[in-house]
């Protein structure tokens, strides 16, 4: 399970689930996964319950759905609901700090997954970062400090 400060992407976040038909849900399964049995859709086949957070739910036409605070999105394809359905968890679910998102934490996150795709922009980042640290008074001491733990 991952920790509070360890960010989770995307691509990790999906491929942790697991399918339970709805006529085999019970008070268990609720209870553990956070699942309103009186929120379901009639319709609903099989719920996908995803290991770190979340689940959306997909209908005897093979629709997958999810409702997400006020909005119900639904789609043939499951990507799209997955996206709705990990941008609503990020800052509900994981990727907090300490339990509560912070602006830091939340442009964090942002720029986490961004750099997912694009490792230029990630190292462009990180150099801006590092050149603003050579003027502070702690410099890049704590950097340092920190690659060479890794190290051993």
């Given at each position: 399970m991952k920790t509070?400060?360890?960010?989770?992407?995307?691509?990790?976040?999906?491929?942790?689930?697991?399918?339970?038909?709805?006529?085999?849900?019970?008070?268990e399964i609720l209870d553990k996964w956070g699942i309103g049995k009186e929120f379901l859709f009639?319709?609903?086949?099989?719920?996908?319950i995803y290991k770190y957070g979340g689940y959306l739910e997909i209908l005897n036409n093979n629709l997958f759905t999810v409702g997400l605070e006020r909005t119900i999105y639904e789609n043939k394809e499951i990507?799209?609901?997955?996206?709705?359905?990990?941008?609503w968890?990020?800052?509900?679910?994981?990727?907090?700090?300490?339990?509560?998102?912070?602006?830091?934490?939340n442009i964090a996150n942002k720029i986490m997954q961004e750099c997912e795709?694009?490792?230029?922009?990630?190292?462009?980042?990180?150099?801006?970062y590092l050149q603003l640290l050579e003027d502070t008074p702690i410099g890049l001491?704590?950097?340092?400090?920190t690659l060479e733990e890794r190290e051993n």
């Open positions: 509070k400060n360890t960010y989770l992407s995307f691509q990790e976040w999906r491929k942790e689930f697991f399918e339970v038909n709805k006529k085999d849900l019970n008070k009639e319709d609903t086949k099989k719920i996908r990507e799209p609901i997955e996206k709705e359905l990990y941008k968890c990020n800052g509900e679910i994981f990727n907090l700090y300490n339990g509560y998102a912070s602006e830091t934490n795709n694009d490792s230029d922009y990630l190292f462009e980042i990180i150099h801006e001491k704590g950097i340092k400090e």
